[in-house]
Nanobody, 126 residues
Framework: QVQLVDTGGGLVQAGGSLRLSCAAS????????MGWFRQAPGKEREFVAAISWSGGNTDYADSVKGRFTISRGDAKISVYLQMNSLKPEDTAVYYC???????????????????WGQGTQVTVSS
């Protein structure tokens, strides 16, 4: 079983930056596609960014393109989300997710992920 822990959220002013991190514990024997999702109060969980197991393929929601960057760490299940030029509408709980996947592809649909972090709150003040 894989457990994900996502950290790095906080309160920041509009235009500021934050870096979210996600790491795993437990049995990690496969290769994993990973992603970040977010959920604002009263809204459904939405896709933010995804990365393939090699890091060679990435995808972003249109709302964050050019401002957010997803990258992988050295560990098999380790991912970061660098968020720049933050806006108040970026305020949400952010979740990392992992899916065992042999293909070097991105996964952008939340119901295709097997493991989830507990979420980290990002609040952007205007």
């Amino acid at each position: 079983q894989v457990q994900l822990v996502d950290t790095g959220g906080g309160l920041v002013q509009a235009g500021g930056s934050l870096r979210l991190s996600c790491a795993a514990s437990g049995r990690t024997t496969s290769t994993y596609a990973m992603g970040w999702f977010r959920q604002a109060p009263g809204k459904e969980r939405e896709f933010v960014a995804a990365i393939s197991w090699s890091g060679g393929n990435t995808d972003y929601a249109d709302s964050v393109k050019g401002r957010f960057t997803i990258s992988r760490g050295d560990a098999k299940i380790s991912v970061y989300l660098q968020m720049n030029s933050l806006k108040p509408e970026d305020t949400a709980v952010y979740y990392c997710a992992a899916r065992p996947l042999l293909a070097d592809s991105v996964v952008t649909t939340p119901d295709k992920y097997n493991y989830w972090g507990q979420g980290t709150q990002v609040t952007v003040s205007s």
